[in-house]
């Protein structure tokens, strides 16, 4: 208990000094609180738009591309692809007794952005007729749904925020024909289909003059359906497809980007740390030889070295705790919330949102506090090992 009292008068020492030293002391809390914000702020990114990508899947549906491709973009599927899988078991089936599956074709097309007025790629789904039914997650939220043959679109929600002429009644023209905005839509939680554009699968075909579709999605009996309908389709030798678990299939498509931005906020952050590191080390430097006076004072009337040297490094710890919660409500009011659109894999805009989690809150303080510890390590030995005699004559 000796030891605590000590370690708990010396840390109110250093922390009383703070304010003749607040300067520097800011400088330390102001690069970890940098340090902290960036690292934060670049992770929400990616998590984002990991979270939204793999909201999209459903571990009861399967997607059919294309063997080889690597997205929707990348797959072709003639018709008769797919009316052969129509019958492959494994895929549920209406009271009608018709498969529920949706064979649909994926592109893009420009649209003007709000925010800076430039042009970029939205991706247009064209599905079939039951491509709704397949998708319960999906709601109408104003509007209509489009009907068949027509020239007639549904908008995800979130596209009307970040886009122009984007409203129920608005009218996009490509490929010389305009088409007329009947209803917007919305996915319960959120997924990437709320970035999408859709319309009729074969009216859209015949506009881009296609003869093949992108994909097919299916609706399972169950999960583990899925390696029922995966053996059907290998055996059959006219069918070069592969069959992918929709979860995984969307979850996989943000990994590339995930990965680089994890890459690139570690980079930025350590770079950023080791500036933050020297600073902390220059401050705890100055704070201890303008205490050298009372540190051995202290140590002459029989306080513990240790004592010193744990009070030296909670010195260190909290106003690194300071930069980390400072980052952190930065990174939190500026983007936590905040709603942004990215090139995904299918080269079209994900509209996302960024959410500053609890886990990188922690992950933020703890980055603060190994800065801290490396930043007050040397400092708190010099101060534990400051020859008594010395410090006295020297002031």
Do not use: C
């Amino acid at each position: 208990m000796k030891i605590l009292r000590q370690i708990r008068a010396v840390t109110g020492i250093n922390l009383g000094s703070i304010p003749q030293r607040w300067g520097a002391s800011l400088v330390v809390v102001a690069g970890i609180a940098g340090v902290v914000g960036v690292l934060v702020s670049v992770l929400a990114l990616g998590q984002g738009f990991e979270r939204t990508l793999a909201a999209t899947g459903r571990a009861d549906r399967a997607v059919i591309t294309a063997k080889g491709a690597w997205n929707e973009s990348n797959s072709s599927l003639p018709r008769d692809t797919a009316i052969t899988g129509e019958d492959a078991p494994g895929i549920k089936k209406t009271v009608q007794g018709k498969p529920i599956l949706s064979m649909e074709v994926l592109t893009q097309i420009p649209a003007r952005a709000i925010s800076d007025n430039m042009v970029k790629n939205v991706s247009l789904r064209g599905i079939g007729p039951l491509g709704m039914v397949l998708r319960p997650e999906i709601h109408l939220v104003q509007g209509r749904m489009f009907r068949p043959g027509l020239h007639e679109l549904i908008v995800g929600v979130p596209l009307q925020s970040q886009f122009k002429d984007m409203a129920v009644g608005d009218q996009l023209t490509f490929r010389d024909s305009p088409w007329t905005i009947v209803g917007s839509f919305a996915t319960t939680g959120g997924s990437g289909h709320d970035s999408e554009i859709f319309g009729d699968a074969l009216t859209l075909m015949s506009t881009f003059h296609r003869i093949t579709y992108q994909s097919i999605t299916v609706q399972l009996t169950s999960p583990a359906a899925l390696k029922t309908l995966s053996k059907a389709i290998a055996a059959n030798p006219s069918l070069s497809v592969e069959v992918h678990a929709e979860d995984k299939y969307f979850a996989q498509q943000s990994q590339g980007l995930v990965k680089l931005l994890t890459m690139v906020g570690y980079f930025i952050g350590g770079i950023m740390a080791v500036g933050a590191v020297f600073a902390a080390l220059n401050t705890m430097y100055a704070a201890v030889s303008a205490q050298s006076l009372q540190i051995a004072t202290l140590r002459a009337i029989g306080f513990n070295a240790g004592a010193v040297l744990v009070a030296v490094f909670l010195e260190a710890l909290l106003l690194a705790l300071a930069g980390a919660i400072l980052g952190t409500a930065v990174a939190w009011l500026l983007f936590s919330g905040h709603t942004l659109n990215m090139i995904s894999g299918s080269q079209g805009q994900l509209v996302f949102t960024l959410h500053v989690t609890p886990q990188l809150a922690v992950l933020g303080i703890v980055w603060a506090l190994v800065i801290g510890f490396l930043g007050g390590l040397f400092p708190a030995i010099r101060a534990a090992r400051l020859p008594v005699a010395t410090a006295l004559r020297a002031t």
